[in-house]
């Protein structure tokens, strides 16, 4: 903290922060350059601790920097976890491990990692989760390319690749398209190429992802395809709390663009912009100071916002909405990360989970920018190897300090650990002097001030603070994850069974519009277009399966009405009601909301695990302030500020 001398953790940080160029800060505008202040701030190690706890025996690689970071704010590491059993406060895994809830099993802890998130951020379910939405919320979910899942989807793609090629006859047009085909579990770039046609499918069979390649990216003066890594941190699921750091990476390819053609669509070099591609290239340009990396192959999102804003790109415009991509990403999750919470917790108070995740997005030539990709686990390292075979000779691999990294991931971890622990304001100075500990140091006090007004949290919250009032209609899909919860078994399963649907049907007055015969047909066609297996009917349909089978359901009973999410909306209340006679209570069947002591808005997406989630927040909170909220019939158009639709 700024309040004790600082001790230089490298001494070449010194000359490193005084080569930095301080610009004004902006704060939730477009990323600007790190200043000095946040710079050195990377090597401050708090000399008093914190009454607070680490259990990092489950970091591996992640182990260096949170280490390092709970030293800078003075929380207590266990890297051997603790001898006396007690809990943390805080456990940091490098996976969702199976023992999850015995390791964590206090309700007053927090995890880094939520269960599922890992599988749930693979590339084709995060299509399922973000396609769900495209059919209900078409417009606001065009960031993501259009997308096919093989084996499944294959006919689909076909056809829309013959529609395409109707289309450009009819215009004249010899512009082909191109697409992306990508292994599911791949990373790294591995295994991806380009295709214009179908027939140059290696496997037809394998499990892939195609998607639409975007062809126009914004290209500055060096004509070098980029990408940016964004990082969003979950803060909470009860209550739910999405915050974006504002400093990120951008990452450079080493061959010049130009658009695919059939002689330079295997170029990956200018196609792909992952780091581990690229640095085995020639041309790769390391950086090892931060005045290097403005034309280095990765760069700051800061350095390279105010490069585009040089080349007339609005950045504060594409900054809102790189934002809300973020909320509308995690918000299209959210079902599935909301049912492997309770599979995972069903019987126990549960932790407090967290998690830091990767946002990979470009942005095309006319600014709008694109998600490419989610990482449940991003990178946290701050060093890189270098050596290793390149352009045919072989250099000894070794470990270089990775300035950027460092910029960026440190306050990153750093301020993500005193996120959860409720510390941010406190040490950016929000809450009142008094309350810190300069205020028994007069002398220092005005110093303090002056330091305090200087520095700003890496993090801020951008759900519900922020875009609440312009995305919260999109949490509506928790209706239809209550709906499901009723006839699952979430001990065992996240899957409803065909068993399952049965009782919905029965229970919620749908025999006459559905007959068992059409659901199994309809079940078993739908499981086959999310898992391409026609063995795996009997495990059930996923939620987004589920929801599939919904909107077959409502465009039956509700054929009159033309626009998707009112037919859904039709058929949740029906169910509602009917489930209401068997008497399922309502706050099993909705969110609850809750104005807090500063009237803001908290949203608990698991209304049961409210109880939990107070008593975590009681030394930081005045429980007495909080008044729940009277439950608001639902709106059809959902957009004034924070009134968020319930069944
Ligand atoms: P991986 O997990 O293997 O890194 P990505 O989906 O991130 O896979 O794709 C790797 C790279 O390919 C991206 O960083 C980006 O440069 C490029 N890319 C991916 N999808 C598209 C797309 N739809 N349009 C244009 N470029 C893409």
Redesign the pocket.
């Known amino acids: 903290s700024s309040r004790h001398p600082t001790r230089s953790f490298d001494s070449r940080s010194q000359s490193i922060s005084s080569s930095l160029s301080i610009l004004p800060p902006m704060d939730n505008r477009p990323p600007s350059s790190s200043s000095n202040t946040s710079f050195t701030r990377v090597y401050r190690i708090r000399s008093n601790p914190r009454p607070f706890t680490i259990d990092t025996s489950r970091a591996k690689s992640n182990q260096p920097v949170v280490a390092l970071c709970s030293r800078k704010i003075g929380i207590t590491e266990y890297p051997n976890a603790r001898e006396d059993n007690k809990p943390c406060d805080i456990y940091w895994h490098n996976v969702v491990y199976s023992d999850i809830r015995n390791v964590v099993g206090s309700a007053t802890s927090r995890v880094n990692k939520f269960p599922g998130m890992t599988e749930l951020a693979k590339?084709i379910s995060l299509t399922h989760s973000i396609t769900s939405m495209q059919r209900i919320f078409p417009h606001e979910y065009s960031f993501y390319?259009k997308s096919w899942f093989l084996p499944a989807h294959l006919d689909q793609f076909r056809a829309h690749c013959e529609d395409d090629e109707t289309k450009r006859e009819c215009d004249n047009s010899d512009k082909k398209a191109w697409y992306?085909v990508?292994?599911d579990e791949?990373?790294?770039?591995?295994?991806?190429y380009l295709i214009n046609n179908p027939s140059q499918l290696k496997n037809e069979q394998q499990r892939m992802l195609v998607?639409?390649?975007?062809?126009d990216?914004f290209l500055m003066g060096d004509q070098l395809?980029f990408?940016f890594r964004v990082y969003g941190v979950i803060k909470s699921l009860n209550p739910l709390s999405i915050y974006v750091a504002r400093e990120g990476m951008a990452?450079f390819?080493t061959e010049k663009y130009s658009p695919p053609t059939s002689s330079n669509f295997e170029n990956l070099y200018s196609?792909?912009?992952?780091y581990s591609l690229n640095k085995g290239h020639g041309a790769y340009v390391h950086s090892t100071n931060l005045q290097d990396q403005v034309k280095g192959s990765k760069r700051l999102l800061s350095t390279v916002f105010h490069q585009l804003e040089s080349r007339g790109l609005k950045t504060k415009k594409l900054w809102h909405d790189i934002k809300l991509i973020i909320v509308k990403t995690v918000l299209a999750m959210l079902p599935e990360v909301m049912l492997h919470y309770e599979h995972h917790f069903f019987d126990a108070a549960g932790p407090q989970c967290f998690q830091i995740m990767g946002f990979?997005i470009?942005v095309r030539d006319n600014g709008e920018p694109?998600l490419?990709?989610v990482?449940a686990a991003p990178s946290l390292t701050i060093d890189h190897l270098m050596g290793g075979p390149t352009d045919g000779d072989y250099v000894p691999v070794y470990r270089v300090r990775s300035v950027v990294d460092e910029v960026i991931k440190i306050p990153l971890v750093r301020d993500t650990l005193l996120l959860v622990l409720n510390l941010l304001d406190e040490e950016y100075g929000k809450s009142s002097p008094s309350t810190s500990s300069s205020a028994h140091n007069p002398s220092t006090q005005d110093d303090m001030g002056t330091l305090k007004t200087r520095r700003k949290p890496h993090l801020s919250e951008i759900f519900p603070t922020r875009y609440g009032h312009c995305s919260g209609h999109l949490l509506f899909l928790d209706k239809a994850v209550y709906l499901f919860m009723q006839f699952v078994n979430l001990k065992h399963t996240v899957n409803i069974t065909m068993q399952g649907i049965k009782q919905l049907i029965k229970k919620c007055n749908l025999s006459n519009i559905v007959s068992t015969s059409e659901a199994e047909e309809k079940v078993r066609e739908i499981n086959y277009y999310f898992t391409g297996d026609d063995n795996t009917f009997s495990n059930g349909l996923c939620f987004h399966a589920f929801l599939m089978f919904l909107h077959w359901v409502s465009e039956r009973k509700f054929a009159f009405e033309d626009d998707t999410l009112a037919r859904l909306q039709r058929l949740m209340a029906f169910c509602d009601s009917a489930l209401r006679f068997y008497g399922v209570r309502s706050a099993r069947l909705r969110r609850t909301e809750v104005e807090s002591s500063d009237s803001s808005l908290e949203i608990y997406m698991l209304p049961t695990r409210l109880k939990a989630s107070k008593r975590r927040s009681k030394s930081q909170q005045n429980p007495s302030s909080t008044t729940q909220r009277s439950s608001r019939p639902s709106d059809r158009n959902n957009n004034p500020p924070l009134v968020l639709p319930k069944i």
């Not at 998607?211 to 062809?215: D, G």
């Open positions: 590339k390319p992306i990508k292994p791949g990373a790294q770039g591995t295994g991806i998607q639409e390649y975007v062809a990216p395809k990408d990452r390819c196609h792909l912009t992952n990979d470009m694109i490419l990709e990482n």
